[in-house]
T-cell receptor
Framework: NAGVTQTPKFQVLKTGQSMTLQCAQD?????MSWYRQDPGMGLRLIHYSVGAGITDQGEVPNGYNVSRSTTEDFPLRLLSAAPSQTSVYFC??????????FGPGTRLTVL | GDSVTQMEGPVTLSEEAFLTINCTYT??????LFWYVQYPGEGLQLLLK?????DKGSNKGFEATYRKETTSFHLEKGSVQVSDSAVYFCALQNSGYALNFGKGTSLLVTP
């Protein structure tokens, strides 16, 4: 089992560029989610999904888009990157509301 | 709303010292409580959890007891090792899917 994998590990964007952060899990978990981690603020939920075709917003959804076409994948899209989106992004998955398993993270810098 | 407060870091200890990291929470109802650990350059890993009052979570020598009367979930370890150097996050999960994290406490253990 690879668990939760994320690509890329690092990314630098210019303001206004778009990109997709990839997340995949091989544990057949129904629930997947995206968090961002900012210094001194812990992790905050961006979006989550309770199954293929079903997504919902978390605490800080603005500027991000998600879709879930398969159980395994849950990509996060930045449509027009802003410096305020500089952060470390973590994907997580779980079986229902049970323990959430986190990926290694993507460090994003927006110039 | 729900919130988690944990002690500010960084915490620096000598090897074999006793560790306490304080965590208190504010929440309605009966949340589940977690400690996650983040080693340098890695994602978060679940360290331990407790789902109801007076439960004790334990793992790798770490312990925390869910105290509803004091709304606390303090993390303790009797003898820390250099390999315990990491950032520790207290979190709660209440009426929804999202984990509500504290800001994290950095621990450095010196030989």
């Amino acid at each position: 089992n690879a668990g939760v994998t994320q690509t890329p590990k690092f990314q630098v964007l210019k303001t206004g560029q778009s990109m997709t952060l990839q997340c995949a899990q091989d544990m057949n978990h129904e629930y997947m989610s995206w968090y961002r981690q900012d210094p001194g603020m812990g992790l905050r939920l961006i979006h989550y999904s309770v199954g293929a075709g079903i997504t919902d917003q978390g605490e800080v959804p603005n500027g991000y888009n998600v879709s879930r076409s398969t159980t395994e994948d849950f990509p996060l899209r930045l449509l027009s990157a802003a410096p305020s989106q500089t952060s470390v992004y973590f994907c997580a998955s779980s079986y229902g509301w049970d323990t959430q398993y986190f990926g290694p993270g993507t460090r994003l810098t927006v110039l | 709303g729900d919130s988690v407060t944990q002690m500010e870091g960084p915490v620096t200890l000598s090897e074999e010292a006793f560790l306490t990291i304080n965590c208190t929470y504010t929440a309605t109802g009966y949340p589940s409580l977690f400690w996650y650990v983040q080693y340098p350059g890695e994602g978060l890993q679940l360290l331990l959890k407790a789902t109801k009052a007076d439960d004790k979570g334990s793992n790798k020598g770490f312990e925390a007891t869910y105290r509803k009367e004091t709304t606390s979930f303090h993390l303790e370890k009797g003898s820390v090792q250099v390999s315990d150097s990491a950032v520790y996050f207290c979190a709660l999960q209440n009426s929804g899917y999202a984990l509500n994290f504290g800001k994290g406490t950095s621990l450095l253990v010196t030989p």
